[in-house]
């Protein structure tokens, strides 16, 4: 499979761990490095600014996307090689979902879980079928894979809804995998 661009899902704020910061820099640099496009929510701040700043330095290619709302708030980054802005959260993200070839999921908040839920149902439901990867940076999304194997094994999920989803522990691993 030819990646040309990539939805990067992650969070507003920085979190506490300085390895996501270091994770979402060397994230932003392979993708730049590699020539594959960056499709993310617009914003400027926390790890979306850092992951965009980053490809930005490496003379990547990013569209953003973002909503009129935050637009008031803002909160879209002045620099990116495109920015769309649209009506609302649900447009936006749909937008993303057809702009890429496949998701980065990195560490966020609620936001960050309701794009990487609705993109997963999404591909239970055939809309989409999009290869899922998780960079777990320091173990952070270590309870949503035991979640997700829980939910497995109880019966609410089969293997081939899972099938899409790739576990990694830093950006090198996940690029090996996506490649």
């Known amino acids: 499979m030819n990646i040309e661009s990539v939805a990067v899902f ?22 730049a490095m590699l020539k594959v496009k960056l499709v993310y929510g617009g914003g ?7 992951l965009a700043d980053s490809v930005l330095e490496h003379e990547g290619r990013i569209m953003g996307i973002i909503p009129e709302l935050l637009i ?16 609302d959260m ?10 890429c070839d496949a998701v980065i999921v990195l560490p966020g908040g609620f936001g960050t879980m309701d794009e990487m839920f609705e993109i997963l149902t999404w591909n239970q439901l055939k809309i989409h ?13 270590n309870h949503l894979l035991k979640f997700i194997n829980g939910m497995q094994k ?5 293997p ?12 090198v691993e996940l690029f ?3 490649s």
């Open 72 to 87: 008031e708030w803002e909160a879209q980054h002045k620099g990116l090689t495109e920015l769309a802005v649209v009506p």
């Open 154 to 158: 109880e019966g609410f999920l089969q």
């Open 44 to 50: 400027h701040k926390g790890l979306m600014g850092t």
């Open 90 to 99: 649900h447009t936006r993200k749909k937008m993303i979902y057809d702009r």
């Open 160 to 171: 081939e809804q899972i099938e899409t989803i790739n576990f990694c522990t830093t950006p």
């Open 10 to 31: 992650c969070g507003s704020q920085s979190g506490k761990n300085p390895l996501f910061t270091q994770h979402v820099k060397e994230l932003g640099k392979l993708l």
């Open 129 to 141: 079928n999009k290869k899922i990867y998780i960079l777990n940076s320091d173990g952070y999304y």
């Open 176 to 178: 090996n995998k996506l």
